[in-house]
């Protein structure tokens, strides 16, 4: 069966890095798209970014541009996304979900990102 | 990329229905159909429940059935159950590989 486990939860202090990963299992990784969607404490379910695992191509929303990167490999069949400058409203749930075609039909558990100095 | 505009809440008695909208621009929900919802329940990851604004993945019971007009999609939920109480979400299509979600509305089961 699908299944996207993703690493631990993490505490970072401001200006850190962070790199969460997403191991895909039950499909092969390279033939669906892999989104990130986070959820800060108390608010919606936010867009981040869309990667290609097949070929590795990456697209981000306009207010991640330049701190966030997302990458993939296909010999773990795991996705990666590192969020860097972390500030304190980068403190949520940061979730992975695959994409077959214009909806998430299966998603991660979800890691809790915690900034804090 | 401004959040789509959903109520912050609905309500109904078990056994009915409940209409859910998501509002947005001609650059995203009316410019494409590519609209999808999920069910959010605290502490879970959420579910998609409709994509391609009006299709029920597998599962998901007819009682859930979407739609647009327009700017803007909904959501309906007939029957309604003590477990359909849950936060849900619309999500878009914003072209150029760019998507955004609702702003999620509360769905209270009385």
């Known amino acids: 069966q699908v299944q996207l486990v993703q690493s631990g939860a993490e505490v970072k202090k401001p200006g850190a890095s962070v790199k969460v990963s997403c191991k895909a299992s039950?499909?092969?990784?390279?033939?669906?798209?892999m989104h990130w969607v986070r959820q800060a404490p108390g608010q919606g379910l936010e867009w981040m970014g869309i990667i290609n695992p097949s070929g590795g191509s990456a697209s981000y929303a306009q207010k991640f541009q330049g701190r966030v990167t997302m990458t993939r490999d296909t010999s773990t069949s795991t996705v990666y996304m590192e969020l860097s400058s972390l500030r304190s409203e980068d403190t949520a749930v940061y979730y992975c979900?695959?994409?077959?075609?214009?909806?998430?039909?299966?998603w991660g558990q979800g890691t809790l990102v915690t900034v804090s100095s | 990329q401004s959040a789509l505009t959903q109520p912050p809440s609905a309500s109904g008695s078990p056994g009915q229905s409940v209409t859910i909208s998501c509002t947005g621009t001609s650059s995203d929900v009316g410019g494409y159909n590519y609209v999808s919802w999920y069910q959010h329940h605290p502490g879970k990851a959420p579910k998609l429940m409709i994509s391609?604004?009006?299709k029920r993945p597998s599962g998901v019971p007819d009682r859930f059935s979407g739609s647009k007009s327009g700017n803007t999609a909904s959501l309906t939920v007939s029957g309604l159950q003590a477990e359909d109480e849950a936060d849900y979400y619309c999500s878009s299509y914003t072209g150029s590989n760019n998507f955004v979600f609702g702003t999620g509305t509360k769905v209270t089961v009385l």
């Open positions: 391609e604004v009006s």
């Open positions: 979900a695959r994409s077959p075609n214009w909806g998430y039909d299966y």
């Open positions: 039950g499909y092969t990784l390279t033939s669906y798209h």
